[in-house]
């Protein structure tokens, strides 16, 4: 991109650094900035205040700190290096507007800031190397694509049509003062290759529709509402979340066998449907419906509540009040229970685990688990097994339960 100075474009540059000058030249019009070069050597922004201007092709590098960019529009802008701030960015559209590796574009108060069309490209694979587009209030990325970045909101987060490749999307924050700002985070038919980390992640709810993943990194986030994810297609779901009221998962495929891409970790499990065991009564229902998982591989995890086997399956953590699992085709699972009312209806794998698991309902329906259950301590004050469908070879162990299958 070429550019000029902005200081050689005295009247745009007036008007700008002046934007009392500019209400009186153009009232409610924007001022119009076009082919503009705003860099380091140049004028001191530092503080400034930028309302109703549209940048056009211009570019923008080194450090600039604002007091305030209000109701703006970045349209086919550049950011190569830049460390791009304000203090607070309300109403503000950046439209086809790259990065060119690594950035900090960012606003600690605000509203309203939408990114459309822009590609956020960090070039340095190591994560203490990725830059930073982080914005409080709302913050929207719609067919946005990028690598090797840190890219969140602390408000209201909305990831759509995207295509990123290794991110950070920790959302949410936790201030210096140990303060948790809780994040509500949407993400709607993106697509992410490599690791996706929503580590450590503050939410009051996330909702995951229609996506991709290579690698879904749960990151024990701490959930204060609800997880939804629908309509997902991963490699593999891992860690667990520290809270949540409620995981739906539905209508999800999770491949569980050799999801990751070169130089990264091994997985060992396809699905971990879990929060922390010291807020499992938190957790007040779990719906897995229509969900499908692949072979896990690795030996890092050891579970001993599966039978004559020691290598991770998909781990399943009930809802307090209740647990449904339906339509689901799991190989192994460990699914573990203290629920009041547990449904699990058509369900199909090779082996299961329920071991020391609590139940005040349980209902078996169309259930073939072809190798072995273990119900190991099990305690169930009801139970409807008339569904659980016999094998020829099928081990079915109850030592310690109160279950009785004839």
Known sequence: ????????????YALLMNPEQRRAALGDQRLKIGGADFGVGGTDFYKK???????????????????????????????????????SMEDVLFMRSDTLGRAYVMAPSGWNVRFVECD????????????????????SYERCTGKYMSISGDTLVSYRDCTFGPIYASNGAVTTDGKRVHATVTVDNCTF????????????????????????????SDVQGDVLIEGVRAGAMIDMFDTARSITIRNSKFRGVNVNPDNMPPVVRALECVVSTKNRKNLKSVVLDGVEC???????????NL??????????????DTTVIRNCKIPKA???????????????????????????????????IV???????????????????????????TTGSNIYLP
């Open 193 to 220: 290759k490599g690791s996706t980390e929503i580590a450590r992640s503050v939410l009051t709810s996330l909702t995951i529709r229609n996506s991709k993943f290579d690698v879904l990194d749960i990151g024990k």
């Open 307 to 320: 039978i004559d086997d020691t290598v991770s399956g998909c781990w399943i953590m009930g809802g307090l």
């Open 334 to 368: 460990s699914i573990w229970l203290e629920s009041a009312d547990v449904t699990i209806d058509n369900y199909e794998g090779e082996r299961a685990s329920f071991v020391t698991s609590r139940i005040g309902s349980l209902s078996l329906r169309a259930t073939a």
């Open 1 to 12: 991109m070429t550019a000029k100075r902005i200081e050689a474009m005295p009247r745009e």
């Open 294 to 304: 692949g072979r896990d591989e690795g030996d890092d995890g050891y579970l001993p």
């Open 120 to 139: 956020f490209g960090g070039r340095d694979p190591e994560p203490n190397h990725f830059g930073a587009i982080s914005f409080a209030g709302s913050v």
């Open 371 to 397: 190798k072995s259950i273990d119900f190991t301590g099990v305690q169930v004050q009801k139970l409807d097994a008339k569904g659980l469908v016999r094998f020829t070879g099928q081990k079915i162990v």
């Open 49 to 87: 205040e930028w309302e109703n201007v549209h940048f056009y092709d211009c570019i923008f590098y080194g450090i600039i700190h604002l007091a305030r960019i209000r109701n703006c529009i970045f349209e086919h802008c550049q950011f190569p290096g830049s460390n791009f701030q304000a203090s």
